[in-house]
């Protein structure tokens, strides 16, 4: 069975990382299943955990009353789901709901952060792949708002 | 001039009824209520004797001169595209059958017309217009069929107008090919006569019915200096060297709004263009819902609809507008159809209400070009 | 200014081809997606065919209502019948769509430059479409699906709104159950029950495979859709002269003569609806020309 840190290394958004910080990582994350239907995270929950999507698909929900649950988007094996909190309280603003049986590494945000502090080149290494990972988000973001299927 | 021929003017006339004679239906300069059209002329009397042009940007008058000038008027807002390429044009027509169609074509012969009286920048338009509409695969077949049978008789210009520029493009006064006859009207103290020089065998054909003789040298000099005169005093240059790669590296020329602040996006430079080409398709339905009929008609791309796909309007801007008729016009012309869309008549100058002048704007973009990298 | 009026007065000789529609009868209708039919025409005229090539459109008129710009969608190696894939935006459309059985419409075409299937036989072929563009390229699919073996691995991305706005949904289902053809379909917002990706096009274009050096990319659907895709095609190393997409302008004549279709010196109807990115890319960038 791989452990923690091999499963991080033979991921995409860990590409490149070096192995000490990998251990680094490694230590902040536990490994866990979803069943389909389950929730990986509510709306207003607190927040505690970054995913690591190892295998599945998980949805992306906002919930309206008049619609019913809306997926905005799929996040699928190789991908990464959550956000890094800095500023107290945290919480989750969207739903995010497995569609299959999903594995994930979930990442323990605090333990996360406190190792950044202590080392800023992993801090620096994880910022660095976070920060591609939000650009690469607002961007699908914004084609979906301009809705260019529109008639 | 080569071969040019002595022709008294009283043989004018003559030359319009050899055309007649021969079923040319003769259109040109005429005088409608007050107006300088192309008309029909059935006399050499129809032509505006005696009466002159006088152009300036956003300014045309008829002035009654001293003399008795045939060719005294220069262009007016007419073209001879309107002949070739008409305003308005039937197309087809469908009648339905139960949920059937069947198609009705127009059937008519045209008379052939003969052109009496273009000027060299007109003839240069129509060669401009051949290329657009007479060649490659998909052409006009009506333009083609009224050209073929058309008869041009060109006027060399021994004045120019206030708008002229013909001589910065190389398309006047004179003309050099492309018509069956060519007159020139020497008017001077004493004397006034026409030179007639034939283009073509039908040309030459025509003139052999008329009384004419060889012209002398000195008949022959004194055409030439009216017309070398016509060209020196035209006072609008249009400088065409390396226009067309500064207009495509210029759309998001300073000068162009500037120049928006002023146009009305009225249309009238494109309608009064000898060379504009854009038309509209249009369909409609009889009142019974039983006759569908499709016409062709001159459009401009001044119009919001003009580049109006489902969505939204690609030019809304009067800017924008204003800059694809200029470079249109200057430089995608010219990639377009191998010549420039421009033949230097200055009708666009003369008929903008608010006076925009094509070569003054190049001018203002050239100044305004913001240099160093874009 | 007082042109003489015009009376109807010519013979159109050579006319037929350019100016007079002809004649084509609706042999059946299908509804597609809201707002969205695809007919299937036959030549009024008994044993005709009509020859086109992938890519190409036709003029389709409504009698009496107008006349609009339609891809030809179905199969080029079945030139008796014509499908046209039209979704009702406007009064000549709206009244395409409500066509049925043994209507009557006219037809004028085909126009415009092809996608380069051919050139493109040696490559690994990307195939891009996002909504309505799928209707364009679906007979550029059955070229490549009838010559699946000229081309290397054959990727077709296809990107909708919602699930409800998923063009030619059996097709793509039966498309991905071929064993030599990887389909990969996302929207951009779904309900629930939908079991697929969600996230736009360009997301998705990252789980196609190809060899960027010898890859042949085909873009067809809304602008902002074209543009991001090239970007990133590009990105991934497909150089901009083996990117095709096809344009959309205002087209009355469809024979590069009444102007609207103007883009630069380019004629959309002429000199595409085709063009290698290449050819288009610097007046892509150009605003309102």
């Known amino acids: 069975m791989e452990t923690i840190e091999e499963l991080l290394a033979a991921h995409p958004f860990f590409r490149g990382m070096a192995p000490p910080h990998l251990a680094a990582v490694a230590e902040c994350g536990r490994r866990m299943q979803f069943k389909a239907g389950e929730f990986l995270c509510r709306e207003n929950e607190e927040a505690r955990d970054f995913y690591v999507i190892l295998s599945g698909s998980v949805a992306v929900e906002i919930f309206s009353f008049r619609r019913g649950p809306l997926t905005t988007t799929t996040v699928e094996e190789g991908e990464v789901l959550g956000w890094l909190w800095f500023e107290e309280p945290y919480h989750w603003h969207l739903d995010a709901r497995a569609r299959q049986v999903t594995r994930v590494v979930a990442l323990e945000v605090e333990a996360l952060k406190s190792r950044c502090e202590k080392d800023h080149d992993l801090g620096y290494e994880f910022m660095k792949r976070y920060a591609h990972h939000l650009a690469v988000q607002f961007r699908i973001t914004k084609l979906q708002l301009v809705d260019m299927y529109g008639s | 001039m080569k071969k040019a021929s002595f022709l008294e003017v009283a043989q004018l006339r003559h030359l319009i009824e050899a055309l007649q004679q021969r079923g040319y239906v003769v259109l040109g300069p005429t005088l409608r209520q007050g107006d300088l059209v192309y008309g029909e002329l059935r006399t050499a009397g129809d032509l505006p004797v005696g009466w002159r042009d006088e152009e300036e940007a956003g300014h045309y008058r008829l002035v009654k001169g001293v003399d008795q000038a045939f060719f005294g008027c220069r262009v007016g807002q007419h073209s001879w595209k309107q002949f070739l390429f008409p305003a308005h044009l039937l197309l087809w027509q469908a009648r339905r059958q139960g949920t059937d169609w069947r198609l009705e074509i127009p059937i008519a012969s045209a008379a052939p017309y003969a052109f009496f009286g273009v000027r060299p920048c007109d003839l240069a338009a129509l060669e401009v217009q051949d290329r657009v509409l007479a060649r490659g695969r998909y052409f006009d077949p009506i333009y083609v069929e009224r050209r073929q049978r058309a008869f041009i008789v060109a006027v060399n210009c021994t004045r120019s107008g206030g708008t002229c520029f013909c001589a910065s493009l190389g398309t006047g006064p004179r003309a050099a090919t492309g018509f069956d006859l060519a007159l020139t009207e020497v008017l001077e103290d004493d004397r006034h006569f026409l030179l007639v020089e034939a283009g073509s065998k039908r040309g030459a054909d025509v003139l052999g019915g008329v009384t004419h003789r060889p012209a002398k040298a000195e008949e022959a000099a004194a055409a030439e200096r009216l017309v070398a005169g016509a060209a020196q005093n035209q006072t609008k240059v249009l400088e065409t060297m390396g226009l067309k790669e500064f207009l495509y590296n210029n759309y998001e020329n300073p000068h162009w709004s500037e120049v928006a602040d002023r146009c009305l996006t009225c249309g009238n430079c494109a309608i009064t263009c000898p060379t504009c080409f854009c038309h509209n398709y249009h369909d409609s339905l009889d009142v019974a819902g039983e006759v569908a009929q499709r016409r062709r008609e001159w459009e401009t791309c001044f119009t919001l609809d003009h580049s109006y796909i489902h969505g939204g309007t690609i030019r809304p801007s009067p800017q924008s507008r204003y800059r694809q008729w200029l470079t249109h016009k200057l430089a995608t012309w010219v990639d377009q159809y191998g010549c420039l869309g421009c033949i230097g008549c200055g009708r666009c100058i003369t008929w903008c209400p608010v006076g925009i002048d094509i070569t003054e704007e190049v001018r203002s973009l050239q100044a305004a070009e913001v240099k160093g990298p874009k | 200014m007082a042109p003489e009026p015009e009376k109807p007065d010519f013979r159109p000789s050579g006319a037929e081809g350019l100016l007079l529609p002809r004649l084509f009868r609706v042999e059946s209708r299908r509804r597609e997606i809201p707002d969205t039919v695809t007919l299937t025409l036959t030549p009024a005229e008994a044993g005709t065919e009509w020859p086109f090539a992938p890519g190409q459109f036709n003029m389709l008129t409504a009698f009496g209502i107008g006349e609009v710009p339609i891809s030809i969608s179905g199969d080029p190696a079945e030139p008796r019948r014509l499908l046209h894939t039209i979704r009702a935006v406007g009064a000549a459309t709206g009244t395409l769509c409500r066509l049925t059985r043994g209507d009557v419409l006219g037809v004028r075409g085909p126009f415009g430059t092809a996608w380069p299937v051919q050139e493109a036989e040696g490559h690994d072929l990307v195939i891009i479409a996002g909504g309505l563009g799928l209707a364009p390229l679906r007979p550029a699919i059955y070229r490549a699906l009838a010559h699946r073996a ?48 969600v996230g736009v096009v360009t997301k998705i274009l990252a789980y196609a495979r190809f060899d960027a050096a010898n890859t042949t990319a085909l873009v067809c659907g809304p602008g902002v859709m074209m543009r991001f895709t090239v970007q990133d095609l590009m990105a991934r190393g497909v150089s901009p002269e083996h990117i095709f997409v096809s344009l959309e302008r205002h087209m009355q004549c469809g024979l590069g003569l009444c102007g609207h279709c103007q883009l630069g010196p380019l004629f959309i109807c002429k000199d595409g609806p085709v063009f290698s990115y290449a050819r288009v890319k610097d007046w892509f960038e150009k605003r309102e020309v």
């Open chain 3, 150 to 197: 000229a081309y290397g691995n054959l990727e077709l991305v296809y990107g909708a709104r919602t699930p409800r706005d998923i063009l030619y949904y059996r097709e793509l289902q039966r498309w991905r159950s071929r064993f030599d053809v990887r389909v990969h379909v996302t929207v951009d917002s779904a309900p629930e029950t939908w079991r697929g990706r």
